[in-house]
């Protein structure tokens, strides 16, 4: 008896590691748990969007602004935003991590994001925007 119970326990373990996007999407919680034990459980931003990255070059420096949008069917919490400057050789030059405009977004919702880097690298041509993990 001891033993049907050992298997189906570790049966159950084995489960929840191998479905844990499947949990994560019923239960946006149950990330913290996975990434408490080092398990990914998916992707930064699964069921988020990012659009219209617009970069713009002021006397200030260069401001980037765009779009999230939850295109899944649940209400998403959004993570921070890794915003990365290119050379024209696509190498990074510069990065920042910065917090999303909401905490969280309603399925079909979206929020503008923008922020700045105050001297940004001469050589930097291009932007590239990436949910941080």
């Given at each position: 008896m001891l033993g049907v119970i050992f298997v189906l326990l570790t049966l159950g373990i084995v489960?929840?590691?191998?479905?844990?996007?499947e949990v994560v999407t019923m239960w946006?919680?149950?990330?913290?748990?996975?990434?408490l034990v080092g398990?990914?459980?998916?992707?930064?931003?699964?069921?988020?969007?990012?659009?219209?990255i617009a970069p713009t070059r002021t006397a200030e420096g260069?401001?980037?602004e765009g779009d999230i949008t939850n295109t899944g069917t649940t209400v998403r919490d959004l993570p921070r935003l890794r915003?990365?400057?290119r050379d024209p050789a696509e190498?990074?030059?510069?990065?920042?991590?910065?917090?999303?405009?909401?905490?969280?977004?309603?399925?079909?919702?979206?929020?503008h994001f923008k922020t700045s880097f105050d001297h940004p690298d001469e050589a930097a041509t291009g932007v590239l925007v990436t949910f941080a993990r």
């Open positions: 489960a929840t590691i191998i479905a844990r996007k946006p919680a149950a990330a913290r748990f996975y990434a398990l990914a459980a998916a992707p930064p931003g699964p069921g988020l969007e990012l659009a219209k260069l401001v980037i915003v990365a400057l190498k990074e030059t510069q990065f920042k991590i910065v917090d999303p405009p909401t905490a969280r977004l309603a399925p079909g919702e979206t929020a």
